[in-house]
């Protein structure tokens, strides 16, 4: 049967598009590269090459746009989920706060 399971109240859009990541935690700021799976009005799904990032912990995700016609977006966010994927890499939700 077809139909609509997902229970969020946005819709996803599927992007897999390479973003840059900067995480702020306790024990220092990096930025890393990562890979946005997908985005929602209020949360995206990132891939990065790090066994975990802490649930709760601030990143800045910037994303380039390759077009002079869709704007670049740039987005604070808090980590809400963090599965890992192998030994080295995890798959990060995040809740937007804020967009720049």
Do not use: H, W
């Not at 009005?41 to 790090?50: I, K, Q, W």
């Not at 910037?62 to 192998?86: K, N, Y």
């Amino acid at each position: 049967m077809l139909g609509y399971d997902d229970k969020r109240n946005f819709f996803r859009m599927m992007v897999n598009s390479p973003c840059q990541l900067q995480v702020t935690d306790d024990e220092s700021s990096r930025t890393m590269q990562a890979m946005c799976k997908d985005i929602s009005a209020t949360g995206m799904s990132l891939e990065v090459d790090e066994p975990s990032i802490e649930i709760g912990t601030q990143v800045s995700v910037a994303i380039d746009s390759p077009s002079s016609q869709v704007p670049s977006l740039a987005a604070i966010a808090t980590v809400v989920r963090c599965v890992p994927e192998g030994d080295s890499s995890c798959i990060v939700g995040v809740e937007i706060s804020e967009m720049k």
